[in-house]
């Protein structure tokens, strides 16, 4: 089961950009799917987006389409998440998973602690 480590999250303005990373821990990590998912307060989990085991083919979520962009380094067994023109309905927290079924976007098993973003208005 990988282990999954996501860094930078932080406070940022409307119209704002971040760029989230999620480190895994494995040999086996390029042989996952991987995506991301937030969760607002008070709200159910959504997915955000994901990328195949070779970045060939990447699916997101509605809301992120043109703005989001999901990308991996297989060599240095890190995916990303670029987020440009950030809204403040994307405050949330922003969690990795691997092992994920993009067609169905279930989740796998593996979820990273989770780093907060917060954008202001």
């Known amino acids: 089961q990988a282990q999954l480590v996501e860094s930078g999250g932080g406070l940022v303005q409307a119209g704002g950009s971040l760029r989230l990373s999620c480190a895994a821990s494995?040999?086996?990590?390029?042989?996952?799917?991987m995506g991301w998912f937030r969760q607002a307060p008070g709200k159910e989990r959504e997915f955000v987006a994901a990328?195949?085991?070779?970045?060939?083919?990447?699916y997101y979520g509605n809301f992120a389409k043109g703005r989001f962009t999901i990308s991996r380094d297989n060599a240095k067994n890190t995916v990303y998440l670029q987020m440009n023109n950030l809204e403040p309905e994307d405050t949330a927290v922003y969690y990795c998973?691997?092992?994920?079924?993009?067609?169905?976007?279930?989740?796998?098993?593996?979820w990273g602690q989770g780093t907060q973003v917060t954008v202001s208005s």
């Open positions: 998973n691997a092992g994920l079924a993009p067609a169905t976007m279930t989740p796998g098993s593996s």
């Open positions: 990328i195949s085991w070779n970045g060939g083919t990447t």
């Open positions: 494995g040999r086996t990590f390029r042989s996952y799917n």
